[in-house]
């Protein structure tokens, strides 16, 4: 439960605010059984070097590998259903119009739980990009190989962001507006560690937004936090879900 000291004080910020700016992580995920990269369980990625299946120069060297990496992800991914945590936002987002949600997360989680208008910063596992143009296409994400784009016969590749690449122009600017708009920012279940995603708090901050932080773990922002909800996900999040 939240604790009664910070009760009172959050909810007069939620309710005041006029925008809500929310950037959620992998930690959100993890309690509908998606592991983050920090789960020392973490099956995806055990025996995978991250450069090999989530770089660009990876996908170039092998790109069956990394088609088929992705394919085994998405097998997994499908079975899962989002939480509770997906579900208190998607019904904030309902109740509170100004609620914007940026997501870290490419598991799709929040669109299931029927939350609208996500902006999905690293992408989405269930797309698939040209690799040529970058433009999303159709094809068969379950072939046995990285299939030729429909377009213009180039790979395609999975429409995730990797490591080293840059963000969607068009995101990155919908995201920092918000994050520069918002009266209240608020982060779950992010270690707060990957750039350009975590400099969007200073941007809030720096813009007089009060921050709050949910997490089990204090991360490198705890100490600017305002609320400081040492929870999982979705507690805090049915927690807060009562204060509005
Ligand atoms: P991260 O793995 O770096 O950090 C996860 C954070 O979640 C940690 O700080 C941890 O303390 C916290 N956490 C663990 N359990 C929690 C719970 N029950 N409730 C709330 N918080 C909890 O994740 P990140 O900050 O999102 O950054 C990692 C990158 O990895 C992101 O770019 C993301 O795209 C990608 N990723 C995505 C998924 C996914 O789509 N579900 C999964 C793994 C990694």
Redesign the pocket.
Known sequence: MIVENQRETFAKALQQAKTVGVLT???????SG?????DPENGLWQNHNPEEVATYEGFEKDPDNVWQWYRTARQRISSVKPNQGHQVLARLSQRLPNLKLIT????GLHQTAGHEGVIEF?GNINENWCSRSGATVSVDNMSDQAPACPNCGHLVRPGVVWYGETINKDLIEQSFDIAKECDLFVT???????SP?ATLIYHALSENAQFAE????P?IFSHKASWTFRL??SQALRDIEKLV
């Open positions: 992580g992998a930690g959100l995920s993890a309690e998606v592991p983050t990269f920090q870290q997360n490419i598991d690293h779950v279940g992010t270690s707060s560690m990957v995603a949910i997490n089990p773990q991360t999982g996900a």
